[in-house]
């Protein structure tokens, strides 16, 4: 399914931090021209506060106005769990069900964020919103032009910490609230065949809160971070 590709370990001044990296296959949507949306990797991170993840794609997001990304988790705290998404878009998770949606767009020509972000407890509950003025869910869209697309969504409303592990899957898709997943990071082939055609996820990816950058130093670890192996 998706390979590992390496462990990124950053040197800043406020520590350390890790990086997974997640491959994705490229060309593999029903038409390659969107290549905005053509996940070719996925990197996850987090700090004390933040799951950051950064999706990068084929295409110049700054070329485009209509471009989304969602991220689908399940929090692997056993609560409840759904098998559909906060935007109610057509997508099947494969039998497996999440229990936070975070999703995301790069509009005004790509030089834009917005962003929201979900829980389920038996319905889908609105937990912030950029559109809102919230700050718990926020972007970065400096590398738009080289197709990447990064935001942060709070652990706490993840209700995750450190030792914690979450399985998701990131999408791309399109302005219409009817839109299916155009690209799945979890399936490497075709995920739909048409805008009207539900979109097929593959196996879940899984992401295991690490410490706080700090953290690190304190423990001793001399300035590098051991990779994590992901398959």
Not at 158 to 184: K, N, Q
Request: aromatic share 10%; with cysteine; net charge negative.
């Amino acid at each position: 399914m998706n390979k590992w590709i390496s462990c990124a370990a950053i040197v800043a001044t406020a520590g350390l931090a890790s990086a997974d990296v997640y491959s994705d296959s490229t060309g593999d949507l029903f038409d390659n021209g969107f290549t905005h949306l053509d996940i070719g990797s996925v990197e996850v991170t987090n700090d004390a506060t933040w799951l950051t993840v950064s999706v990068q794609t084929g295409g110049d997001l700054t070329a485009t106005n209509w471009g989304k990304y969602g991220l689908a988790i399940n929090n692997g705290q056993g609560g409840a769990s759904d098998t559909g998404n906060g935007w109610g878009r057509p997508i099947d998770w494969n039998g497996q069900t999440i229990t936070h949606w975070s999703a995301t767009w790069a509009d005004d020509g790509g030089d834009g964020f917005g962003g929201e972000v979900y829980n389920f407890d038996g319905a889908w509950n609105l937990l912030g919103a950029t559109w809102n003025g919230d700050t718990n869910v926020v972007g970065d869209e400096s590398q738009h032009a080289a197709g990447i697309h990064t935001w942060s969504i709070l652990l706490s409303d993840l209700g995750v910490g450190v030792g914690d592990t979450i399985s998701f899957d990131v999408i791309t898709s399109g302005g219409g609230g009817g839109d299916p997943g155009v690209d799945h990071l979890s399936n490497d082939s075709m995920a739909t065949s048409d805008w009207s055609v539900a979109s097929v996820a593959g196996q879940f990816d899984t992401y295991t809160i690490v410490p706080a950058p700090g953290a690190f130093a304190l423990l001793g670890m001399g300035g590098l971070v051991a990779a994590r192996r992901r398959r």
